[in-house]
């Protein structure tokens, strides 16, 4: 069984810091993976999609990949309080051809004033 | 970017009747499309996997009776909750890929907040 594994929190960091967000996956042939912020009674939304290993940089947030060590995280720079959320993180199970996402059970950030 | 419409938002209906749920792709393509349901306080679990112009592909455990995919063109697909039961009360959130580019990560609609009594 494919997983994806998150610490569920919650993460409390102040405002103005540095949010690391950690995610580790079981299929070692996944392809793609993607950061989604997903708000209380609110759909998720897109932040970060990576695929090559590596660093990925967009405003206040870094994805980073490691296929070899299988492992994927989020940097938040900066955290404001409409940061807090819970962030899912989504594997591409590549090989079914559909493309389906695989998601952890997601950690709950708190960013405090 | 890619979006994707889903009506309606919430819904409540009395337990035995039907519901449905539509996804629309507002501005490109879909031929493939994802159900997903989410209970409180967890994650996203899927349900289906809808194909323009085929059967939907089932997760194990989700009974393709109860809940059936439409999807007869390539912008709408829609999720049918047949003789609902309050035990099928959960947040229902489809997602749709614009595969025109590789830039975009799969869209989700704003979701169904389904409420059976």
């Known amino acids: 069984q494919k997983e994806v594994e998150q610490n569920s929190g919650p993460l409390s960091v102040p405002e103005g810091a540095i949010a690391s967000l950690n995610c580790t996956y079981s299929d070692r042939g996944s392809q793609s993976f993607f950061w989604y912020r997903q708000y209380s009674g609110k759909s998720p939304e897109l932040i970060m999609f990576?695929?090559?290993?590596g660093d990925k940089e967009d405003g206040r947030f870094t994805a980073q990949l490691n296929k070899a060590s299988q492992y994927v995280s989020l940097l938040i720079r900066d955290s404001q309080p409409s940061d807090s959320a819970t962030y899912l993180c989504a594997v591409s199970e590549e090989n079914t051809g559909f493309q389906k996402l695989v998601f952890g059970t997601g950690t709950r950030l708190l960013v405090s004033p | 970017g890619a979006v994707v419409s889903q009506h309606p938002s919430w819904v409540i209906c009395k337990s035995g009747t039907s519901v449905k749920i539509e996804c629309r792709s507002l501005d490109f393509q879909a031929t493939t499309m994802f159900w997903y349901r989410q209970f409180p306080k967890q994650s996203l679990m899927l349900m289906a996997t809808s194909n323009e112009g085929s059967k939907a592909t089932y997760e194990q455990g989700v009974e393709k009776d109860k809940f059936l995919i439409n999807h007869a063109s390539l912008t709408l697909s829609t999720l049918t909750v047949t003789s609902a039961h309050p035990e099928d009360s959960s947040f229902y959130i489809c997602?749709?890929?614009?595969?025109?580019?590789?830039?975009?990560?799969?869209?989700f609609g704003s979701g169904t907040r389904l409420t059976v009594v």
């Open positions: 997602s749709a890929r614009d595969r025109g580019t590789e830039d975009y990560g799969y869209t």
């Open positions: 990576i695929y090559s290993n």
